[in-house]
Nanobody, 113 residues
Framework: QLQASGGGLVQPGGSLRLSCAAS????????MGWYRQTPGKQRELVATITVGGTIKYADSVKGRFAIARDNAKNTASLQMNSLKPEDTAVYYCISGVLTPKYWGQGTQVTVSS
């Protein structure tokens, strides 16, 4: 089970930190990360990180978001800085081998003044 936390309401230019924890019997979690979805649109990749530390970011968040993970604890975090209204979405924690297989419950991030 993936437990996500840290969403909320923030003003443009502000910061939020999302956390994701994999509970239960997990091993060989190669990929962890975050996707997001807005109404009427497909889920899109935000950032992913492999157990070896290979990171991928959406172009729209490069330079503003930073993903990290603790392999020993099976946790991942997403530091989101310089947030924009277009970052408003439901954010989903994911895990898998090469592509997302498991999805956590979404956490709402709203960027608004």
């Amino acid at each position: 089970q993936l437990q996500a936390s840290g969403g909320g309401l923030v003003q443009p230019g502000g910061s939020l930190r999302l956390s994701c924890a994999a509970s239960g019997s997990w091993f060989n979690i190669n990929l962890m990360g975050w996707y997001r979805q807005t109404p009427g649109k497909q889920r899109e990749l935000v950032a992913t990180i492999t157990v070896g530390g290979t990171i991928k970011y959406a172009d729209s968040v490069k330079g503003r978001f930073a993903i990290a993970r603790d392999n020993a604890k099976n946790t991942a975090s997403l530091q989101m800085n310089s947030l924009k209204p277009e970052d408003t979405a439901v954010y989903y924690c994911i895990s898998g081998v090469l592509t997302p297989k498991y999805w956590g419950q979404g956490t709402q991030v709203t960027v608004s003044s």
